[in-house]
């Protein structure tokens, strides 16, 4: 089963011009390829709910420093890995699935200078090739909804973190009411969405030997947002360079359906630290 959902997911998310489209993009919208920044990257930079406001949220209440050697498991296009190698000056290393996101996350993080601080490579979640106790910190934004053997999951996070080390999750998880409407951005069918509610969440943390230390529900900051992003697209259209650039034409079905998803209680959002 794993190795079938590993192909669907891989198909979902992956697109063989992906590099070209973005950078193509990236000239459309007015930016020097050669000088590229950080902000320029913004609009594609991190591809989950409430973006970059999330991640520094996150990041605070890991307490997360420039000591600090961080795995980012489902590091996409690598955006919240150079967020973090920029504010907090950590190492990082990526891990995708997705082979493109991989080699467009080393391109783009060469391009702005992080390439000494940020890494990638193409792997399974659910069979880390690294170590035990190699990192300090493990991060995970809006992954585990593609994953359906959490126990595995979660174990082998627990396996490569050291000691006293924390795992930072912004994930969403499973409300309360009805099912997903699909597509969303993270699967167009049922078929590769494997959503969990909060108890079932904090159950697999615990059975995986992790202390949970501050949850916190952003459901209603993340219904906020949505609200202040479909008036934006209804205002302006959608911009040159955006997430539809990675997910294709029916990114704005996608989007129009995730906002419903949160509106009716379908899903919610958790912000979740543990230790090890």
């Given at each position: 089963?794993?190795?079938?959902?590993?192909?669907?997911?891989?198909?979902?998310?992956?697109?063989?011009?992906?590099?070209?489209v973005?950078?193509?993009a990236?000239?459309?919208?007015?930016?020097?390829?050669?000088?590229l920044?950080?902000?320029?990257?913004a609009?594609?930079?991190?591809?989950?709910?409430?973006?970059?406001?999330a991640?520094?949220?996150?990041?605070?209440?890991a307490?997360?420093?420039?000591?600090?050697r961080?795995?980012?498991?489902?590091s996409?296009?690598?955006?919240t890995?150079?967020?973090?190698?920029k504010?907090?000056?950590?190492?990082?290393?990526?891990?995708?699935?997705?082979?493109?996101?991989?080699?467009?996350?080393?391109?783009?993080?060469?391009?702005?200078g992080?390439?000494?601080l940020?890494d990638?490579?193409?792997g399974?979640?659910?069979?880390?090739?690294?170590?035990?106790n190699?990192?300090d910190?493990?991060?995970?934004?809006h992954?585990?909804?593609?994953?359906?053997?959490?126990?595995?999951?979660?174990?082998?996070?627990?396996?490569?973190?050291?000691?006293?080390g924390?795992?930072?999750?912004?994930?969403?998880l499973?409300?309360?009411?009805?099912?997903?409407?699909?597509?969303?951005?993270w699967?167009?069918?049922?078929?590769?969405?494997?959503?969990?509610?909060?108890?079932?969440?904090?159950?697999?943390?615990?059975?995986?030997?992790?202390?949970?230390?501050?949850?916190?529900d952003?459901?209603?900051?993340?219904?906020?947002?949505?609200?202040?992003?479909?008036?934006r697209?209804?205002?302006?259209g959608?911009?040159?360079?955006?997430?539809?650039?990675?997910?294709?034409?029916?990114?704005?079905?996608?989007a129009q359906?995730?906002?419903?998803?949160?509106?009716?209680?379908?899903?919610?959002?958790?912000?979740?630290?543990?230790?090890?």
């Open positions: 089963m794993r190795k079938a959902v590993n192909e669907a997911i891989k198909t979902h998310y992956g697109r063989s011009d992906l590099a070209a973005i950078l193509a990236l000239e459309a919208a007015g930016a020097d390829i050669q000088k920044s950080l902000e320029e990257l609009p594609i930079d991190e591809f989950h709910i409430r973006g970059r406001a991640t520094l949220e996150l990041a605070k209440a307490d997360l420093r420039s000591t600090k961080v795995l980012d498991i489902g996409g296009i690598g955006g890995s150079r967020c973090l190698a504010e907090f000056g950590c190492r990082v290393t990526g891990i995708d699935l997705t082979d493109e996101y991989c080699q467009v996350a080393s391109m783009l993080t060469a391009m702005v992080l390439d000494g940020a990638y490579r193409q399974d979640a659910t069979n880390l090739p690294f170590e035990d190699e990192f910190v493990v991060w995970t934004e992954v585990a909804m593609n994953i359906p053997d959490k126990h595995r999951f979660y174990s082998e996070i627990y396996r490569v973190l050291r000691p006293g924390t795992l930072a999750i912004y994930d969403v499973a409300g309360a009411s009805e099912a997903v409407l699909f597509p969303v951005p699967a167009r069918t049922p078929d590769t969405s494997f959503l969990v509610s909060p108890d079932e969440l904090r159950d697999l943390l615990q059975d995986a030997g992790f202390t949970i230390t501050d949850w916190k952003t459901t209603a900051e993340a219904c906020e947002w949505f609200v202040n992003l479909a008036e697209i209804r205002r302006e959608f911009p040159v360079l955006g997430f539809h650039l990675l997910m294709g034409n029916d990114f704005r079905t996608m359906n995730q906002g419903r998803n949160l509106e009716e209680g379908r899903i919610s959002l958790g912000q979740i630290i543990s230790v090890k």
